[in-house]
């Protein structure tokens, strides 16, 4: 028995020893990894095209000893160098860098460790306008500075491997202990190793994505509430609720018209975004097609953890029939208009709101006319949950009208009132619903989605260590159009109520960290597959 004791502790320890030994042995700096080096004037979106340089993306090149980009490669006027942890702009020539919102280079490594931060380095002979960052995207940024040939600006960049799932001790323990006695310990230590190890990253959620639907774009802010960039634009088409795959990284974006004769109505177009915000020509492909339904247009999408997407019809029993709830497998989104699986989830309701994920897995779904939120069953789609009962009963004035939905880690049900601007949250799992927050007075709505961040055990937040739990929700202003005071972002404590202004800003010009009018949905957004990993 001691033996068997003994034998099992240095198995669990040598398990623990071997995870812990792996997640530090990551490559820890930048070569060997993949970098596409791109040069944009007068802005983020316009690629810049010069004096017979090649437009567009240059690479992917193999970061090595080498210049990765000479001059006359990327830009005719300087060459970009990658090392282990820097990257060094050189000018060749003596050139004043015109003056633009972005005037430099976007660089976006891959098989790299996640970048944590970027800085000038001091010995810089050529000062930066700014740098910024996203997961594995560097930007550098020249206009307005001068330069002569040989001068240097030099980034700093720090980098963290990859995080691993690390198995607790204990848990190893028992499951060693558990299997053991089937007399496959030696088995179950490689079946951990190589289920971990082969198993999808992890990311570190560094950046927020917001739909601004009045400016037809997608806007990237870091965690602070900065602005950083304009993510990507979204054509005629005008942003409303998003989603990132966790298998291919892949960003997508329900629609309404941005204009003519049915501008604000809600399409059945889903747009689609690599993770660094570029985009192929089949963007704007995937339409929701449906024989029956009382309309194919579509407001709410979920992703679960398999990588299958759940699209929501928006309208239903005011139109003669239910909201239609399809999936979509992962295997299948690369179509460039993939299939829906038959038997769609059908929920007897006028709208169809946020949908989320409840600690038992069910899908639920919000409408705000309704009054209401359902849960059903994905493998059978029967009615699990109706909260209509529970909404009803509480005191919280005006009445709740859910739009956002979100659960915490200990089932708990959180919710927006899109028109009385108020956010609730359920007392305990199973009521009574009390209010958490007044956010929002007209003509100012919580017409997007909320977005829960604290522990929790489904998907798609993993937690490390104590993790206060927060919540996240953008405004959206019916006024009529004007450029002037742009629409916030909120952050709330889920256990106080107590909100900071995420993201605010003045009337343009003076937009301070905001670039938002008409404040749909945001995400977390990763820089690449894998579900969000929390950090303390």
Known sequence: ?????????????????????????????????????????????????????????????????????????????????????????????????????????????????????????????????????????????????????????????????????????????????????????????????????????????????????????????????????????????????????????????????????????????????????????????????????????????????????WVATAYGEDLGGPIYIFEYLAKNLASTNPPAQPSPILAAMYRGNQMAFNSAGNLCIAGFIDEDVQCFDTSTGKLTDDYYAEIHASSVSPPIQPAGLAFGGDGRMYLTSVFGGQLVKESKPGGPIVLLASLTAAPSELNGNLVFRGPCAKFPCLVTGPVTPYLYISAFSAAPLTFSTPDPVFKVAAATGAVTGLISGAAAPALASDHIWGGEWMIFLSPGPGPILLLP
């Open 1 to 309: 028995m001691k033996q068997w004791l003994m034998g099992l502790i240095l198995t669990g320890t040598a398990l623990f020893v071997t995870l812990s030994l792996t997640a530090t042995s990551a490559l820890a700096d930048l070569i060997g990894s993949q970098v596409t080096a791109t040069e944009f004037f007068p802005d983020t979106s316009t690629v810049y095209s010069c004096c017979g340089i090649l437009p567009g993306p240059i690479g992917p090149v193999t970061v090595g000893p080498g210049v990765e980009f000479p001059a006359g490669s990327v830009a005719p006027d300087g060459q970009l160098d990658v090392a282990g942890s820097q990257i060094i702009w050189t000018a060749t020539e003596t050139v004043d860098y015109l003056t633009g919102s972005f005037n430099g280079f976007e660089l976006i490594f891959s098989g790299a460790p996640l970048i944590t931060d970027v800085t000038v380095d001091a010995s810089s002979t050529l000062p930066a306008a700014s740098v910024s960052f996203a997961g594995n995207q560097v930007w550098l940024n020249l206009a307005g500075q001068s330069a002569v040939a040989g001068q240097q600006t030099i980034l700093d960049i720090q980098t963290a491997p990859e995080p691993l799932l690390v198995l607790p001790l204990g848990a190893a323990l028992l499951a060693v202990v558990m299997l053991s006695r089937r007399r496959a310990t030696r088995q179950l230590s490689v079946a951990i190793l190589a289920a971990l190890l082969g198993s999808s990253s992890l990311h570190a959620a560094d950046h927020i994505l917001v739909a601004s639907s009045r400016s037809n774009s997608l806007e990237e802010f870091d965690t602070s509430g900065n602005w950083i960039r304009t993510f990507a634009t979204t054509g005629p088409y005008a942003p409303v609720a998003l989603a990132q795959s966790p298998t291919s990284g892949e960003v997508f974006v329900t629609t309404m018209w941005a204009s003519g004769p049915t501008a604000g109505q809600l399409t059945n177009k889903i747009l689609r975004y690599q993770a660094n915000g570029n985009f192929a020509t089949d963007w704007d492909t995937f339409t929701i097609h449906c024989d029956g339904c009382p309309t194919t247009a579509t407001q709410s999408l979920l992703f679960d953890s398999a990588g299958s997407l």
